[in-house]
């Protein structure tokens, strides 16, 4: 069982900046992608920024140059720099880990940028 816990959301004036971190516990490895999803009210969930076990990275259209995904693997954490927040970016943010076919999620952090 894999367990993951975002934290670092809240709420930022735009152009500001917030950081956030997902912990994962369990049998966790170095080779496992993990990734940030965010979800808008009335709107699907959509990828954010994926790293590979071998440090690869992509992101969405909409966020690059402005957010950067890196991973501790010695202590199973992927983060989520974003600067230069805009109103658009307010979501529920979502981390995840890829095993092979299956997939597992956080609980979601709120991050809530104004105007």
């Known amino acids: 069982q894999v367990q993951l816990v975002e934290s670092g959301g809240g709420l930022v004036q735009a152009g500001g900046s917030l950081r956030l971190s997902c912990a994962a516990a369990?049998?966790?490895?170095?080779?496992?992608?993990m990734g940030w999803y965010r979800q808008a009210p009335g709107k699907q969930r959509e990828l954010v920024a994926r790293i590979t076990g071998g440090g690869r990275t992509n992101y969405a259209d909409s966020v690059k140059g402005r957010f950067t995904i890196s991973r501790e693997n010695a202590k199973n954490t992927v983060h989520l720099e974003m600067n230069s927040l805009k109103p658009e970016d307010t979501a529920v943010y979502y981390c995840?880990?890829?095993?092979?076919?299956?997939?597992?999620w956080g609980q979601g952090t709120q991050v809530t940028v104004s105007s």
């Open positions: 995840n880990i890829e095993f092979g076919t299956y997939t597992y």
């Open positions: 369990g049998r966790i490895f170095s080779s496992n992608n």
